[in-house]
């Protein structure tokens, strides 16, 4: 089995939610990036032993919010060592809008990645894209780089749409088998 991190910010707990979900398809480990931009000192070595690190974060003004964006700086250690270095990495966002931008935000999570020497994960799901499809359909946002979810502005965390959250538990498991079959 391959040790999965999550790490993300959440502004107002629905990407929180969405990274649990993420988290319990791929039996993996949560870090949250506080409302400052910073984890534990401890997170860096949760990390650097992972074999798979998933990125989260919501899409605010079409990328990722401060607070991911200053973990990501913070991460140059990390690069500079190549600490992160062939790991498996994923990663997803979410925004109140059906597009809001959310596929620069992902880009820009893959790049990070990239930047680290990562192996990234694409979503790996068909879209739902017929008539017939609706919110609770797996991948309704029609995703392939990564997780998309939306959450509407006045919703609540239980409002997200099942079919994200559904989406977000698969995506999960997929990074996981991913790194347990490169971990092999």
Do not use: C
Not at 24 to 53: K, M, R, Y
Not at 59 to 64: A, C, I, L, Q, R
């Amino acid at each position: 089995m391959a040790k999965v991190v999550v790490v993300y910010h959440s502004g107002y707990g629905h990407t929180q939610r969405v990274a649990q979900q993420v988290a319990a398809g791929a039996n993996a480990e949560l870090i949250a990036i506080d409302a400052e931009g910073n984890v534990p000192d401890s997170a860096w070595d949760t990390l650097a032993a992972a074999d798979a690190i998933i990125f989260g974060s919501p899409t605010y003004m079409g990328s990722p919010s401060w607070q991911f964006k200053k973990f990501a700086d913070a991460s140059s250690k990390a690069w500079f060592t190549r600490a992160w270095q062939d790991k498996v990495f994923g990663g997803f966002t979410n925004s109140a809008s059906l597009n809001g931008d959310k596929q620069v935000a992902l880009i820009n999570l893959q790049t990070l990645a990239s930047q680290h020497g990562g192996i990234w994960v694409s979503l790996g799901l068909l879209p739902s894209n017929s008539k017939a499809a609706a919110r609770t359909d797996v991948n309704n946002l029609g995703g392939s780089v990564g997780l998309l979810v939306q959450s509407p502005s006045d919703a609540s965390v239980d409002e997200i749409p099942q079919g994200d959250l559904d989406t977000a538990k698969q995506y999960g498991a997929r990074v996981a088998a991913i790194a347990a079959k490169l971990r092999g």
